[in-house]
């Protein structure tokens, strides 16, 4: 197993690893739950959506956006088992051991803290243009497969 020191270098040479930024609103909700918070949601979210050996939906369990740790998973490999075992040696089909879970955990907390070293991102300004009413369109197959 690689150290940490080992897999950002790596992942710094992956234009779809470095696309990965917080957004204003993940940048606040970082500042505004703390570390332990965050950590706990990295776990949580680490144990119950890729630890498992045939975890549900893999490929797709992560979203893109909606939260800081979502994101961290993208920018680092840890978003599902095909990236895992790509990038951190994790063996599909087999449980993820403790190890391996504080390691993509330590690698998630890792980039947020590397993130919000960053000045603040601005905030989106509100689009008065937008209907009040909008249709969505479902999303596209592309944007639900989180894999490079």
């Known amino acids: 197993m690689h150290s940490l020191d080992d897999l950002f270098q790596r992942l710094s040479h992956s234009p779809f690893r470095q696309r990965f930024k917080l957004g204003s609103a993940e940048y606040q909700y970082c500042l505004s739950k703390g570390d332990e918070v965050i950590r706990q949601h990295a776990t949580d979210f680490i144990s119950a959506r890729l630890a498992p050996a045939e975890p549900p939906n893999d490929g797709r369990q992560t979203p893109m956006r909606g939260h800081p740790v979502f994101i961290a998973q993208h920018a680092t490999a840890t978003c599902c088992r095909s990236c895992l075992y790509k990038w951190h040696g994790v063996n ?57």
């Not at 603040?120 to 009040?132: D, E, H, I, S, W």
């Open 92 to 148: 599909q089909h087999q449980e993820m051991t403790a190890e391996q879970q504080a390691r993509a955990i330590a690698a998630i907390l890792r980039w947020l803290h590397q993130e919000m070293q960053r000045p603040a991102p601005p905030a989106k300004p509100a689009n008065r243009n937008t209907p009040v009413c909008k249709k969505s369109r479902p999303p596209s197959r592309s944007s639900l497969i989180c894999c490079e």
